[in-house]
Nanobody, 119 residues
Framework: QVQLVESGGGLVQAGGSLRLSCAAS????????VGWFRQAPGKEREFVVH????????YYADSVKGRFTISRDNAKNTVYLQMNSLKPEDTAVYYC????????????WGQGTQVTVSS
């Protein structure tokens, strides 16, 4: 069982930065692939980025490539999402999720953290 808790959301002006954290419980977390997703009001949830267990494989949605960076610290059971050059269209609730490995369904989800980017 893995429990995920996101933090770090908030209100920021366009062009600003935020760093989200996804803290996990469960001793096997370091073996999981972790993804970040987001859902804006009135829209479907969309994939943002994922990282494999070692951090050696990452994949970004085109909309965030070059602006967002995912990383993980397995010793701290935490995955980070550094978000730079934020745009109003990045406004959404951001969720982290964990899958046993790349390509498998995400079995565990956090409760989400709100990110609001003002223009």
């Amino acid at each position: 069982q893995v429990q995920l808790v996101e933090s770090g959301g908030g209100l920021v002006q366009a062009g600003g930065s935020l760093r989200l954290s996804c803290a996990a419980s469960g001793r096997t977390f370091s073996s999981y692939t972790v993804g970040w997703f987001r859902q804006a009001p009135g829209k479907e949830r969309e994939f943002v980025v994922h990282i494999n267990w070692s951090g050696g494989i990452t994949y970004y949605a085109d909309s965030v490539k070059g602006r967002f960076t995912i990383s993980r610290d397995n010793a701290k059971n935490t995955v980070y999402l550094q978000m730079n050059s934020l745009k109003p269209e990045d406004t959404a609730v951001y969720y982290c999720a964990a899958a046993q490995r790349l390509g498998m369904p995400y079995d565990y989800w956090g409760q989400g953290t709100q990110v609001t980017v003002s223009s």
